[in-house]
């Protein structure tokens, strides 16, 4: 909808100050697109592709073409029909950061991609950030999101439900902490106490407590300071946390 290829039902969108639907062609012209269902011509190869693209968006620098090329492990040569669907991906990416766009939109950028190339592809993202440029990134890989993104925006059923800072969310995560105990602690000593949603007993060994503690851990941290503690364990929150607080009924994901 952004770079009109569908139309709103109602409302509009303005991208870099325009108008999705009235300046498409300039918004076009600065964006640097790719697609979740990525089609190209099976009998060009990479070089030909790209030579195609770039021709057609009046064209780019070659030797940057070069560079990411080779940045990305991808063999230009070869047939697009040879590809695997990997290699797809990196030359599709290629093609989105060649012209240097101000807005890069990547729909699940990383799919297919080897653990080396996806390390090259956040190296990426990290410089034309750095220069300036706006990525807008969907993925439903949330280490990716909370690795490379500075706001993530979660989206459920078409909806728009929460737009956050990553950098705060993990302030409301949930956190598992198992903590052992000199003595048998009973879980009634936590029952009350500000964060604590869940306490539970190890089976074998009555002196181990798990607890969940949604939020600040300062009052639960607090608590156990009344008690002799042997030992804690405590799992740092993530996106993915988060990121169930939103979807308590099991109904689809998207981020």
Known sequence: MLLDLIRPTSGRA??????SHRDTLAIQALSGYLPGELSL????????TLRYLANLRGGVEWEHVRALSERLDCDLTKKVSDLSSGNKRKLGLISAFMARPELLILDEPTSGLDPLVQHEFYALIDEVRDAGQTVFLSS??????????????????????????????????????????????????????PGVTQVSVDGKNATTLRLTVTGPVDAAIKKLGEFRV??????L???????????????????
């Open 41 to 48: 011509y099976p009998t060009l190869t990479g070089s030909e």
């Open 230 to 235: 042997l030992d804690l364990t405590s799992r």
């Open 140 to 193: 439903h890989v949330l280490p990716e999101v909370q690795r490379v993104c500075d706001r993530v925006a979660f989206i459920r059923e078409g909806e728009l439900i929460a737009l956050e800072d990553v950098s705060g969310l993990t302030g409301r995560a949930v956190r598992e902490i198992e903590v052992v105990f000199a003595e048998a602690i009973p879980p009634a000593a936590f029952a009350g106490v």
């Open 237 to 255: 929150p993530d996106l993915e946390d988060v990121f169930m607080t939103f979807y308590t009924d099991g109904g689809d994901h998207a981020a």
């Open 14 to 19: 303005l991208v870099l100050g325009r108008d």
